[in-house]
């Protein structure tokens, strides 16, 4: 276990001393506290707030940038080391290829961790101060890290391949582009080309392909009432939530383990 800790410590203090994650984290704070505010003022007078308007607008700056920073924090963690000639260095202490992965895993998961908490800190005290819950705010908290360690796991499986860091760049702004952005727009332009005659069944499996999509629809089912789910038109077309459970488990285990076999060969 101290093995797993000291790559830990190392990776989360590497990156903290990163000024990009302060600047992140700061930006992402700025954008939170504009949506709250707003929110806030829904209803023509700040202090009514409309909590349910407030957190469906973090959700969606949540989902745009939350996966990149994943992305960004994990897709040259081994290969940062590789091309610094680092690697060989590291794997030449008593430490299992394993441990190396897991560790700079939890390191960057608390990277993570710590980036949205400081960007959502002073959003929740906004809204707490004018009435609002600290539930949901703390409900935000914990799938946007789970969202973003989705997309972090994913990056640092491909981190593990031989290919240059700006390559692994590319490819990776390239994912988020894909599942992130082009996504919702190829599946709004499926149901129009087939007329909206597609099945629910279809249009449920056709979500398990991109957990960005099943983790906004689980934060849907467990944050918000039905209401929400019947003014996005998405009625009988969502897998209920212990489907969503296990398919974002299997989305944050499998990347982790395939990174770990690969990096088991170096």
């Known amino acids: 276990m101290q093995q797993y800790l000291e790559v830990a410590k190392k990776e989360f203090l590497d990156h903290i001393r990163n000024g990009w994650v302060i600047a992140i984290a700061i930006s992402f704070m700025v954008f939170a506290c504009i949506i709250t505010l707003a929110g806030l003022g829904f209803t023509g007078e700040v202090g009514v707030g409309d909590n349910k308007t407030t957190l469906m607008s973090l959700s969606s700056l949540v989902f745009y940038l939350v996966p990149l920073l994943g992305l960004l924090l994990g897709y040259d963690s081994i290969a940062g080391e590789r091309e610094r000639g680092t690697l060989d260095l590291l794997l030449s202490y008593p430490i299992s290829t394993h441990q190396i992965i897991v560790g700079k895993w939890i390191g960057l998961v608390c990277v993570l961790f710590v980036t949205l908490f400081l960007g959502l800190i002073v959003p929740t005290i906004i809204g707490l101060s004018f009435g609002q819950t600290i539930g949901q705010w703390f409900a935000l908290l914990m799938m946007s890290t789970w969202l973003g360690l989705i997309f972090l796991t994913l990056a640092l499986w491909l981190s593990t391949y031989p290919w240059e860091r700006a ?100």
């Open 167 to 266: 390559k692994l760049l590319g490819i990776s702004i390239g994912l988020w582009l894909v599942l992130v952005i082009l996504f919702d727009v190829g599946f709004i332009g499926l149901l129009v080309a087939t007329s909206g005659e597609l099945s629910n069944t279809i249009v449920e499996n056709i979500f398990y392909i991109n957990p960005a999509s099943l983790l906004r629809f689980l934060m849907i089912q467990t944050m918000f009432d039905q209401s929400v789910i019947n003014e996005l038109g998405l009625q009988g077309s969502i897998p209920g939530v212990f489907s969503l459970l296990i398919a974002l488990l299997i989305w944050s285990a499998l990347p982790l383990v395939l990174a770990a076999r690969k990096m088991s060969r170096y």
